[in-house]
């Protein structure tokens, strides 16, 4: 091998546009899988298990072809990254592992927010476009506009541009041709101290922690002691291999090659994107600007039954065993007894369970010191002259929006009333009409796009809107703690809740009246009527009434666990459940 014959590449690509297939047609192409029969629509690159059951390709996947070039066999290294907006840091450092990386735009859709912020990604680490469009095939199509889209957004020379059908295979072999010819070989030496760039991992049950390398200098073997350079850990190769894009051991993996290592780490969270490993003994300069991943929105998960903790910690436990973008930490209240605090990278993982139990992390500035707070009941209870808290500020991100002009007040609208700052908007293809497209950027609180501000965005535009969102530091913001009590019913009801809430002082009355309508739903009746309200300090802004139960309604809805409940009420002597 050298490193002349190696391209590694990744494909950008917002959702749908179609990545998976042009990467089926380039594994294909290049004999690495047969090419599948007609009507057969899997995707090889999309098999994993779990990213099926779940939805979405959380999980990158990598693979590397052989192809003939000039008679000379090259090594493609196709690096995938992942395709979600909560995991830009993670794309970047995917990223960082090639040298090259195929713009693709869906020619019947479009430029769209998360290929525009991936695309500056990759070219801030300089690394070679490949501008392809996608779909020339659709009667929908419109190559010659969506060119001038992308030379406007990108700078794209139209020349440059590869027309492809990904589906029909129509051009894909000029995009092979591009790779070799565009994109630059890695560099690095077998006789430099080993240095290993870590860009992605997965989980095995029987092996622990799989991560993928690009190897930069050494030469990497099993049995091979090495090092990461973030955690100082030490580990001994076990398995070693490159991905093809099932796997296939290899004895040795050389500079410029992509490959997968097993060196018994345990969990997810021990294979930190970017890290660097070195040889034990000969340590190395870290690939720079690696920082770990830090969970920017928290949420506290308590069993219904606190006998049933165990179990709860057991599975969330599996959970971040796989994935290392939840991180978990051990919590107790004294109402809900023993509970989890689950730390997420971003709002991906919240679809499923209401927004409003989540958290972000405050930051809470006092006279003398700044503390950063991830959990309700460290929250300053009160702000103001007399505490020694000067400011609280919330985490901010700097959001943009790509959509069709007619929606463009819709979407005004949609961030004033999520707090948005600093509104701006440019067209992104000028003097087209109707179709005009619109990029909107704003700073908007954090605490307000993992609510409901996805659905609203997709919703309010019927669908075309596209979204995507960077870290951008924090803000002074006027926050107000609600302090949340009736925690018993709420964990009867089956819901997890958050310990307190913390609201802007602007949305306090909607928070207020959202909960208790939400409280009215959840919480089983009882013999007498009950009053539910919320409270910000003294002042009531929400209240309801829960109508007393008839004996037949309650059995049908409650079950088996009635007797249980209704005792457990009687036990704390409830007769009004105040939010204060
Ligand atoms: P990804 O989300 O970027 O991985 O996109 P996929 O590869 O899953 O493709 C999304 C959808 O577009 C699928 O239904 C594909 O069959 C379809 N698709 C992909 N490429 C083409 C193409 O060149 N022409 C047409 N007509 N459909 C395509
Ligand atoms: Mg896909």
Redesign the pocket.
Known sequence: FTCDLIRNFSII????????????RLLELTGTIKKKEVGK?E?VL?KLKVERERGI?VKAQTASMMHSFGGKQHVLNLIDTP?HVDFAWEVSRSLAACQGALL?V?ASQGVQAQTISVFHIAQERGLKIIPVL?????PAAQPERIAAQMQSTFGTDPTDIIQ?????GRGVDQVLQAIVDRIPPPSGTTTGPLKAFLFDSMYDRYRGVISLVALQDGILKKGDRIASCHTKKKYEITDIGILNPEEIPVTSLHPGQVGYIACNMKESSEAHIGDTLYRVGAPVDPMPGFKPAKAMVYAGIFPIDTSDFPKLEESIKRLALTDRSVTIQRESSTALGQGCRLGFLGTLHMDDVSSSLFWVPYKIVYKDKEVYVSNPTEFPDAIDVSSKVKEVQEPVVKASIIVPEEYFGEMMDLCFTHRAEELEHKYLDAGTGTESRIMLTCVIPLSEIVTDFFDQLKSRSSGFASFDYEEAGYKPSNLAKVPSFPWYFFSMANLSMPLALVVHRSHEDAIGKLWVKKLVKVIPRQMFEVPIQAAVGKKIIARETLSAYRADVTAGLYGGHVERKMKASKEIGIDTLVLT
């Open positions: 690509a917002h959702i749908d546009h179609g990545k998976s297939t042009l990467a089926d629509n995707q999309d390709t395709g693709l869906d996608n779909k020339i095939d659709l492809i059908s990904a589906k029909t």
